[in-house]
């Protein structure tokens, strides 16, 4: 089924982001999260695409497993990273001849050591140009990308980051999730300006729960989301007692959903880290 049709405010769904594993260990891990979020009845999960296509082969056959195996319809991440325009239609033409029928197109990190992104000859510089790829070659898929309510790290205003995201949206997006935030203030205040500036398709907000205080460092410098002052002194107070750091980002998260579930989003997107506990332990208190 195709995504667009179950992101409804009046009957919102939840869904959970993976990362291919690189062991036999990481993905017998991975098949058992899948099974404890089953019991959710997640609207979709999806896949990411490791740098430069590093992971593409794993990503096409675990969309296609998570399908055949477990009954939930799953979605491919898809970058421009590393590809000529012929390797992205060769990958195209491989997800479309799986049966699948959503895809989240992507320009992708620059690779490892890189300090900026640059195309391979015969590459794509941007995400649109991949939707417009896609669009242009009538492939099936429903098509999703991200969005950045504090603004694309690379971008120098989020007014020009609102900008490209209307030239993604116009070349043929069905619709947003977004980065990472902890403040939804950021979230309303990035709706309502793409709505001011037509962009009218669904923006479904991605929530992390912070599992691991180093590893939320890592992503907010990664990613440049902001965390707000109370919670920071909050982590700062536990960040030697794991349980009681996951108590907290498990307990932040929840009310971060229960506000936005309040306000009308059409689905909220986990970004699970290939891990179950917490996530489990936000969707079932949001559906208790």
Known sequence: MKIRNRLNPSKPCFSFEFFPPKTEEGEKNLWATLEDLRALEPGFVSVTYGAGGSTRDRTIGLVTQIKERTGIEAMAHLTCVGHTREELIHVLDTLRDGKIENVLALRGDPPKGATSYQPVPGGLRYANELVELIREREYPFCLGSAGYPEGHLETPSREKDLEHLKVKVDAGLDFVITQLFFDN??????????????????????IMPIT???????????CGATMPMRLQLQLEKVKDDPEAVMQLGVAHATRQCVELLARGVPGIHFYTLNKSPATRMIVSALKG
């Not at 691991?212 to 990664?222: A, D, K, P, S, T």
Request: charged residues 25%; positive net charge; glycine residues 10%.
């Open 212 to 222: 691991n205080h180093e590893q939320v460092g890592r992503f907010i410098r990664l």
């Open 185 to 206: 203030a950021f979230y309303f205040d990035f709706v309502e300006r793409a709505r001011r500036a037509g962009i009218n398709v669904p923006i479904v907000p991605g």
